[in-house]
């Protein structure tokens, strides 16, 4: 009788004992590969970056020659899905695309790197931005869209239901070697390639926020000289 007593009272406590908390999601490891005009090779792949052997989602985003439009693939052998259209640059024909790839529970570890097959041209520009979201299982939202040149470009809306890690992506479309663009609204900058070699480049630029409650939210760039952009806005929240 003492024994079923004691087992009740157990259960009773555990069924008292408040909730484990959930981890707030949070900017994890990130780098950029950047090929210059001319000067890249095949596969592309990215310097290794230490993410979380489970939990996090991870981004990764390709931006250059129409034709190197290639899917990721990455040395944890996760399975990447396409989010959004294919994005054509105005003014260069066709020639040019963003896409952008998410992995949700993805699986990682030490030395994580992402390769682009570049099959088409491998010599050519290239820039992915590769970013991982920590204690995030959820993509909430996401926006894209493609302002007319202007010094100030406003992304599109993502609204959360409680705490999200932000992150937006910049992608500059006119034909220059120097440039400069910052998020507002409390956005920090954290990887960026705005200052080009001669032979060209993708220009590119990420940043990040980290917001406490649900909301809606958006990011403005500011930036000089004047061009259009391809905006990404993604909120990631734990699941």
Not at 127 to 134: D, G, H, L, R, T
Request: proline content about 6%; aromatic content about 8%; hydrophobic content about 45%.
């Amino acid at each position: 009788m003492a024994a079923l007593l004691m087992a009740g009272a157990s259960a009773s406590q555990a069924a008292d004992a408040p909730p484990t908390a959930q981890a707030t999601p949070a900017l994890g490891a990130h780098t950029l590969l950047t090929h210059s005009e001319g000067m890249g090779k095949a596969p592309a792949v990215t310097a290794p970056i230490d993410t979380q052997t489970t939990g996090s989602s991870l981004i990764v985003l390709n931006g250059g020659y129409a034709g190197n439009a290639d899917k990721p693939v990455d040395s944890y052998d996760n399975r990447w899905k396409r989010v959004g259209d294919t994005v054509v640059y105005n003014g260069y024909g066709g020639a040019f695309t963003v896409s952008a790839y998410v992995v949700l529970a993805a699986k990682g570890g030490a030395g994580h790197t992402v390769s682009i097959a570049k099959r088409a041209n491998p010599a050519g520009e290239i820039s992915v931005p590769f970013i991982e979201v920590m204690h995030a299982g959820v993509l909430q939202d996401m926006a894209q869209n493609y302002p007319a040149p202007g010094l100030v470009l406003t992304s599109g809306n993502v609204t959360t239901t409680g705490p999200a890690t932000l992150v937006a992506v910049w992608w500059g479309d006119a034909g220059v070697k120097r440039m400069t663009t910052r998020p507002d609204h409390e956005f920090t900058l954290v990887d960026s390639y705005l200052t080009l070699p001669d032979n060209s480049g993708v220009q590119v630029a990420v940043a990040y926020r980290q917001v406490a409650a649900a909301g809606t939210y958006n990011v403005s760039w500011i930036g000089s000289p004047i061009q259009g952009a391809i905006l990404w806005l993604f909120a990631f929240q734990s699941k």
